[in-house]
DNA sequence: CACCAGGCAAGTA
DNA sequence: TACTTGCATGGT
């Protein structure tokens, strides 16, 4: 493509500036809030990680252990808590039976390999799965979401088909390898999206990317 | 009141 | 395979 990311970064960090996102205190709160967050306002999961602070239970062996209607319960904020504390409960399956319940040892595992195993856990999809990489485990792996489309095909630098393995590759063929500019690049592209780019709002005016 | 939010899986034909 | 629906709270 002709069109270089980097330019589109550069654009957007000079015009919103550094986000700083997912400032979580442990790989294991960023872990719990990937899930927490799917298809949900980030300040309603602040809500729910808050719940689960207070009450002193935001570790693995801890939630482990909750039994899933009282989790479901601190989680409630989040939105579709009963679906969400299934899956987290299906993450802590995972650290258990395969990591023998070290969230440490799981997140050392090599990159290609635990996302495949994220991937295999029922209710991680590729972006929960990418941001547990990108954010908890701070590997260099791009996370699409559905502002990553929106963005580029209203731009005309995607078409509508191509799937997200497709624009995940897309854009780790043309940047390097960097964890803090995925980081910065991802936030970056969800803030323009919410500004500029809204499905209510399709030409974009004042947009930081007018004629790339 | 309607619409949206940092998805994913299950159901239907 | 290709659409559609369910999940649910809280902010604008």
Redesign the pocket.
Known sequence: MQVKLLDIYQRLYDHFGP?Q??PGETPFE?MI??VL?????????E?AIDNLKRAGVLSYEKMAALPAGLL?EYI??????????A?LGNLFGLIRERYEDSVERMLAEETEELRQTL?S???????????ILL?AARRPVF?V???TYRILSRHDLIGEEVT?DDLQQFFMDNIEPDTTLYNEF??LL?CA??DYC???NPRCSACPLEGV
């Open positions: 986000q996102w997912w960023v809030g990937a967050t799917q298809n949900t306002n980030w300040g309603n999961v809500k479901a409630r904020p989040a939105g579709y808590y009963n679906i969400k504390a899956r991937l856990v029922r209710g991680i999809g590729p972006e929960t799965a990418d941001s954010y996370v979401d559905a502002y997200y991802h936030a969800v999206a919410k809204r499905k209510t």
